[in-house]
């Protein structure tokens, strides 16, 4: 072990605009959230791997000997694999006891956990550590909480390796690593998450990584160099919703009515591109109202184009029906159908206004967070530097 104590922590993510567009090669910008995923791990001599995940109500422990047994010859020579070691997979699979039809957000977890931490251990002793996870997130909301646990999964154990240096200083309270080791970081979270979920993006884990906003086309993921911090109020409307069934049906919809969608993705399309330019400007020069003025006019439009491809929700209706009574301006985030909504909050928005609004989507059912987007990437923390609140999720007794 190269690290005794480690505290690590990455970002959620939000789709700002390009929902289900992207799909059909059209581009998407995804930006980091400020509500964070934090990661505690300590070496420690009990000869037991100890993982607690409170926000799921789950607490792991295992043996190091019986860990061991799971290992083959092969295991931990290639830290920079970027295919999936199928058999050691297999193993695990049925070490936890995972059927096909067994996908439970636990069961992800542990075996995302296991898989990374045995990839990158596996060719000499097997350290005895416990490992600590507490979220701001909600799982299973479209907000990225299973990326973000990747993020700090890799970035931890591979710290812990000695594949990668901790960046942090004696002096300082946060610190992150530089372009190279992050890169690492993502493609082992990105192995986290294709456990979790079959065939990701990868949009995710890179946002979870470099925090920021990323520009997404046809496979290809740019950070982009600098993005303005806009307060947004994150609305969870807690009607599920599958991601697999609304893209199907934008596709039926798209081979049924070809030359009515076609025109819908080729303007959700510019919609990125134009909200892309307004950042930028917002970066390099001073911000005005004009600013606020045209992402919220691109918000009201987005949201119109989605409910056209038939992927919005009255929950989502209500949602912006209810924030404009406010004089705020929202849209879905993600795949739609229910799920979660994106608030743009302007600088002058007074905090009675989003006080009162809160509670108005609570009276809904609704849950809400004031927060901010184009936040930090996966950070490493000195302990008195992380919120009282998360240490005692992280570390209770």
């Excluded at 350290?127 to 997130?137: D, I, K, R």
Aim: net charge negative; aromatic share 4%; glycine share 8%.
């Amino acid at each position: 072990m190269h690290v005794q104590h480690c505290i690590v922590s990455a970002p959620g993510k939000a789709i700002l605009h390009g929902e289900h567009a992207v799909v059909h090669g059209k581009v998407a910008l995804a930006v980091s959230l400020n509500l964070r995923t934090f990661l505690e791990l300590k070496a420690t001599s009990s000869g037991k791997v100890c993982v607690d995940l409170p926000n799921i109500d789950t607490s792991l422990s295992w043996d190091v000997s019986e860990l061991r047994m799971l290992l083959s010859a092969s295991l931990g020579e290639d830290k920079e694999t970027k295919l999936l070691d199928v058999e050691l997979l297999r193993r695990l699979r049925e070490f936890v006891g995972i059927t096909d039809g067994n996908l439970d957000t636990r069961s992800m977890a542990t075996l995302a956990f296991l898989y990374i931490y045995l990839s990158l251990f596996g060719s000499g002793d097997l350290p005895s550590l416990s490992v600590s996870v507490w979220s701001e997130l909600p799982t299973g909301a479209g907000l990225g909480s299973s990326a973000a646990y990747s993020v700090c999964l890799a970035a931890a154990l591979l710290t812990a390796s000695g594949a990668i240096p901790a960046p942090l200083k004696d002096t300082a309270s946060t610190a992150r690593w530089c372009q190279e080791d992050m890169e690492l970081i993502n493609s082992w979270a990105f192995q986290g998450e294709k456990i979790i979920h079959g065939n990701p993006s990868g949009v995710d884990n890179a946002v979870g990584t470099w925090g920021g906003m990323l520009r997404f086309l046809s496979g290809k993921i740019i950070p982009l160099s600098r993005v303005p911090l806009l307060r947004i109020l994150l609305t969870n409307t807690k009607v599920p919703r599958s991601t697999k069934v609304l893209v199907a049906g934008v596709k039926d919809k798209l081979n049924k009515f070809p030359s009515i969608i076609n025109p819908v993705l080729d303007s959700v399309d510019a919609i990125s591109c134009t909200c892309e330019k307004t950042l930028a400007e917002m970066t390099s020069q001073p911000i005005t109202g004009e600013h606020y003025n045209v992402l919220e006019e691109l918000i009201d439009i987005n949201q119109s184009q989605l409910n056209v491809m038939g992927v919005g929700h009255p929950s989502l209706d209500t949602l912006c029906r209810v924030t404009l009574a406010r004089g705020l301006h929202s849209k879905l985030t993600g795949a739609g159908g229910g799920g979660c909504g994106i608030t743009l909050l302007r600088p002058e928005t007074d905090s009675s206004v989003v006080q009162s609004t809160v509670q108005d989507l609570r009276d809904c059912g609704y849950e809400c967070w004031e927060t901010s987007i184009g936040g930090p990437g996966v950070q490493q923390h000195s302990p008195t530097s992380v919120k009282d609140e998360v240490m005692e999720h992280l570390s209770p007794h």
